[in-house]
Nanobody, 119 residues
Framework: QVQLVESGGGLVQPGGSLILSCTISGSIFRINRMGWYRQAPGKQRELVGTVTSGGRLNYADSVKGRFTISRDNAKSTVYLEMNSLQPEDTAVYYC?????????????WGKGTLVTVSS
């Protein structure tokens, strides 16, 4: 079974920073992309950003300049560094993995980690 596990969520004050981690394990032949998504209460899930196997990065306009995705391939881990956090960033953050080059969607998802931005 392929498993993605997020960690690092919690409570942070406006203007603060937080780093989320996602570790993937299981029987995986390749990972084409890994991504971060989020879902705020009462809203649709939205893209945060993705990183390809070649290291190419893509971010949603709402987080450009504030969030950074990085990888540690030896640890099978992807990170999301979040800076200048605002209450609007409050959401459950999900890690995802695209393992099928023939399809454009994500194939596996973590259970999510809650980030709450509040004073």
């Amino acid at each position: 079974q392929v498993q993605l596990v997020e960690s690092g969520g919690g409570l942070v004050q406006p203007g603060g920073s937080l780093i989320l981690s996602c570790t993937i394990s299981g029987s995986i032949f390749r990972i084409n992309r890994m991504g971060w998504y989020r879902q705020a209460p009462g809203k649709q899930r939205e893209l945060v950003g993705t990183v390809t196997s070649g290291g190419r990065l893509n971010y949603a306009d709402s987080v450009k300049g504030r969030f950074t995705i990085s990888r540690d391939n030896a640890k099978s881990t992807v990170y999301l560094e979040m800076n200048s956090l605002q209450p609007e960033d409050t959401a459950v953050y999900y890690c995802s993995a695209d393992t099928d080059i023939r399809t454009s969607g994500m194939d596996y998802w973590g259970k999510g980690t809650l980030v709450t931005v509040s004073s």
